[in-house]
């Protein structure tokens, strides 16, 4: 083959390598795929399948929570209103005066009736600043004594004494999410908002992309590694080529050497191509663009920030409700220990004590009587048995008018017992666990396991993340790339071969031969 062929078939396969090189720089790969192995560290915990399905099991125990709360919080919720409407619903139907079915209920469901009595819970809230100023002066000590006596003796009832009014007064404002937006952008500002956006957007992008992360991160090499391969093949390409080049421009390049290179050219393809499938490049990018397109609404700065504040919240709502919820949250007992407290300071018997306080405070009162809530619960199938044989209607008839008639009341019914129930061991978690292999069951765990492990797992990867994401062009375009250049070299390698094995017995063709007559 005539030297100037020979120059210029190398030059085409160094072009190849170039080309590769320029792919991987053009493309910003390194920058790319080393965030890329960033993120995949940073999230590998939270995309466990064992923590997807406890994640969406754990979500749903917070929903129940919520849909408890709103209708009692306060007045916008509706519950309250519902309570006098429902006396005298029962009173109407029974004839009874409404005074006479508040007395009936309070002898034969004391826990529940306590708890409609109480509300809504922003009443309790504004009596807490009296009933401490009281609690101060019988027991005379200082406020700030007071304090460290609640403290040391009530730890239960500080803690209560301390959230309440944290999430009365965010719950249809949670601070700090004054820029935080579902996927759609509708805003989030109530907690009952924060719920749904969890609900119906993080956790549902998470467990819809479990599969794509995992092929991001389980196929050979680490993310981080593609580039490095990729460079190394240009570079051994472009060595090569190099060196065939300087050959062919002498002229010394034997036709069995040309023959050998070529096929080599042939083989260059084939590894290109066979790293292209053997690394799953087509599955392994594509899933790790579709894991960017339908999870990039998460690391945005203001739902970051919006997130970190909506945790915020949902940490004082347990902080709040967990040491009422059951009898292991131990506020129940601490308020006969308070009340037996007072008795003892002011000479009083106990009952005394808490008709005083019902009467000045009646509804923290009442909320304090309630407790824990879990007897609520357990008041809830009589009711419903003692309604229906006092109204004389059906169970079923009987849910029906509560729904239509007290729909709030209804929905605070329904949810309850899921939320007392399962406050201590969240259906659906029993796989789940934090990010250091510590069960996460109880609803205290959940908030833990969100708030400590999930979120700052978001907000530690939101930079790699961004900018794996907003770089160009989209991840998945680079396998077929790679696979075009791949069968271009196999094409030119096959063509190389048959123009170089031409005489498979020629001799290098050096100057001083040029130009002599063959010889038989």
């Not at 940073?42 to 997807?52: D, E, I, N, S, T």
């Not at 730890?155 to 999410?177: K, M």
């Not at 061991?425 to 029993?430: F, I, L, R, S, V």
Request: proline share 8%; with cysteine; glycine share 8%.
């Amino acid at each position: 083959m005539p030297r100037q062929i020979g120059m210029l078939a190398w030059s085409v396969v160094a072009l190849v390598a170039v080309l590769v090189l320029g792919l991987v720089v053009g493309l910003g790969l390194y920058p790319r795929l080393n965030a890329g192995q960033h993120v995949v560290d940073g999230l590998r915990p939270a995309f466990a399948p064992a923590r997807v399905a406890g994640d969406t099991a754990a979500i749903t125990q917070v929903s129940k929570t919520v849909d408890v709360a709103d209708p009692i919080i306060n007045d916008k919720g509706g519950a309250a209103a519902e309570v006098p409407k429902l006396v005298a619903f029962v009173s109407g139907k029974t004839g009874l005066p409404p005074a006479a079915v508040l007395s009936t209920l309070q002898g034969k469901f004391p826990y529940l009736t306590n708890l409609l009595v109480s509300l809504p819970l922003t009443a309790s809230v504004n009596e807490l600043p009296g009933l401490v100023s009281f609690l101060s002066t019988v027991l005379k000590v200082t406020p700030a004594e007071l304090q460290t006596l609640l403290k040391t003796q009530f730890p239960a009832l500080t803690q209560v004494i301390g959230a309440l009014p944290q999430v009365t007064q965010g719950w249809d404002s949670v601070p700090g999410t004054e820029s935080l937006t579902r996927f759609d952008g509708t805003p989030v500002r109530t907690v009952p908002d924060v719920r749904n956006y969890f609900a119906g957007d993080v956790i549902p992008a998470v467990r819809a992309n479990e599969t794509n992360f995992s092929r991001v991160d389980t196929y050979w090499p680490p993310v981080r590694g593609i580039p490095i391969l990729l460079t190394v093949i240009g570079l051994l390409v472009l060595l090569f080529a190099c060196v065939m080049f300087g050959r062919s421009a002498s002229g010394k390049v034997k036709a069995r050497e040309a023959l050998v290179s070529s096929t080599a050219v042939l083989v260059v393809g084939i590894v290109v191509l066979g790293l292209v499938f053997g690394l799953r490049l087509y599955p392994r990018l594509d899933g790790g663009a579709k894991l960017i397109s339908s999870t990039q609404p998460i690391f945005t700065q203001d739902r970051v920030t919006g997130d970190v504040a909506a945790i915020k919240m949902v940490s004082s709502i347990v902080d709040a409700t967990d040491p009422i919820m059951t009898a292991d949250g131990a506020a129940a007992p601490e308020v006969f220990k308070l009340v037996n407290a007072v008795a003892a300071k002011t000479g009083l018997s106990g009952p005394t004590v808490i008709s005083t306080l019902q009467a000045r405070f009646p509804h923290v009162s009442a909320l304090l009587l309630a407790l824990p809530l879990n007897q609520v619960s357990a008041e809830l199938p009589p009711l419903v048995a003692f309604l229906s044989s006092t109204l004389k209607i059906s169970p079923a008839d009987l849910q029906a008018a509560l729904n239509t008639n007290f729909p709030k009341l209804s929905q605070v019914i329904a949810n309850l017992p899921a939320v007392t129930d399962g406050w201590n061991a969240a259906p659906g978690t029993e796989g789940l666990t934090r990010f250091n292999g510590a069960p996460v069951r109880t609803m205290p765990q959940v908030r833990d396991y969100f708030a400590a492990d999930v979120i700052p797992a978001v907000a530690a990867t939101r930079g790699d993340y961004n900018t794996l994401a907003t770089s160009s062009p989209i991840l998945n375009v680079f396998p077929p790339l790679l696979t075009g250049i791949g069968i271009l070299v196999v094409i030119y390698g096959i063509i190389l071969i048959p123009l170089w094995g031409l005489d498979p017995g020629r001799r290098s063709i050096t100057a001083q031969h040029r130009g002599r007559p063959r010889t038989a």
